[in-house]
Structure formats: C-alpha cells, structure tokens
C-alpha cells in the first residue's frame, strides 16, 4: 500500500507530502512485531510505500 492509501484509508485524511505520521507509525509497529532474530513483516518498497509479509 502507499502512504496516501494509508492516510486515506485509516484516517480518512487528504494526503500531505511532508507528513511523515505513516513513517512513525510503521516504524513503532515494526518494533512491536519483530523480534530481533525474525525476518521484517513490514517491508518497505522503495517508491511504492509497504507490503506486509505473512508467516
């Protein structure tokens, strides 16, 4: 999905480029998720926005 998805989608919000509340909310629940010796569920594609992978 990409940032504006999220955006619009969870918080029903127009998307603004220089927000970064998509970033900060990826990276607390990749903490929350991953452990230190398990492969990332959260994937960042580069230029597109994240792709959850499932186990």
Same mark, same amino acid.
């Given at each position: 999905?990409?940032?504006?998805?999220?955006?619009?989608?969870?918080?029903?919000? &127009?998307? =603004?480029?220089?927000? &970064? +509340? +998509?970033? +900060?909310? +990826?990276?607390?629940? @990749?903490?929350?998720?991953?452990? #230190? =010796?398990?492969? #990332?569920?959260?994937?960042? /594609? @580069?230029?597109?926005?994240? @792709?959850?992978?499932? /186990?």
């Amino acid at each position: 999905m990409t940032r504006t998805m999220l955006i619009e989608a969870i918080w029903d919000y &127009n998307f =603004d480029p220089g927000t &970064n +509340v +998509v970033d +900060v909310h +990826v990276s607390r629940l @990749r903490a929350k998720i991953d452990g #230190p =010796d398990d492969s #990332p569920m959260i994937r960042t /594609v @580069r230029g597109s926005g994240y @792709r959850l992978d499932a /186990v």
